[in-house]
């Protein structure tokens, strides 16, 4: 089991950056691949960024390549994104997630998921 709990949301205006954390319990924590995915009012979760295991490989959504950033540290059980030069269209909430296996872009291969962390970026 893994719980997620996410943080560092909150209001700022276009341009600005914002730093979400998301802290995990569990035993585990080191076993599974990590993402983050965001859902704005009337539009589905989409896929954000991802992290494996040890960091090797990262991913990102053409939308926020090389604005934002994800990183984790295992002896924290933590995951982090680095959100800069953010847009109005940023606006959502926020979703930290774990899974051991699949397709990181796709919420449904995801095992747990946090409660999420609302960001509004103003304009």
């Known amino acids: 089991q893994v719980q997620l709990v996410e943080s560092g949301g909150g209001l700022v205006q276009a341009g600005g950056s914002l730093r979400l954390s998301c802290a995990a319990s569990?035993?585990?924590?080191?076993?599974?691949?990590l993402g983050w995915f965001r859902q704005a009012p009337g539009k589905e979760r989409e896929f954000v960024a991802a992290?494996?295991?040890?960091?090797?490989?990262?991913y990102y959504a053409d939308s926020v390549k090389g604005r934002f950033t994800i990183s984790r540290d295992n002896a924290k059980n933590t995951v982090y994104l680095q959100m800069n030069s953010l847009k109005p269209e940023d606006t959502a909430v926020y979703y930290c997630?774990?899974?051991?296996?699949?397709?990181?872009?796709?919420?449904?291969?995801?095992?747990?998921w946090g409660q999420g962390t609302q960001v509004t970026v103003s304009s």
């Open positions: 997630a774990a899974t051991n296996g699949g397709d990181v872009f796709r919420p449904l291969q995801y095992n747990y």
């Open positions: 569990g035993r585990t924590f080191n076993n599974y691949r």
């Open positions: 992290i494996s295991v040890r960091s090797i490989l990262t």
